[in-house]
């Protein structure tokens, strides 16, 4: 409380709605489903390459997407590790938790 003005401060106002161990949960959870996902992405990329019969105009799309996929998920990860200063998790006074791995 700021005896100035009579109102909280910012910091003692922020209200946490997981608890330290839950946001772990989630981060790592978020990090298995990305590593996964990535894994997954990369398959598809060595066997559209690999076979010529897989090189269809369907499967081009499904590589197009796979493609996508794999630069967003390369991008946000570093993007949110260098906004927060490093990897880790954080939950904002709004209750939204910025969770990742990398």
Do not use: D
């Not at 894994?39 to 269809?56: A, E, G, M, P, Q």
């Not at 200063?85 to 939204?96: D, E, K, L």
């Amino acid at each position: 409380m700021n005896s100035a003005n009579g109102t909280e401060t910012e910091s003692s106002a922020e209200e946490y709605i997981f608890a330290s161990g839950t946001l772990k949960l989630i981060s790592f959870t978020i990090g298995i489903i990305g590593v996964f996902g990535f894994c997954n992405n990369i398959i598809v990329l060595v066997l559209y390459y690999k076979f010529n019969r897989l090189r269809t105009p369907t499967n081009l799309l499904l590589v197009n997407i796979t493609c996508w996929y794999l630069f967003l998920e390369l991008t946000l990860h570093l993007l949110l590790a260098s906004k927060e200063g490093g990897s880790g998790i954080r939950q904002h006074a709004s209750g939204m938790v910025s969770a990742y791995s990398w």
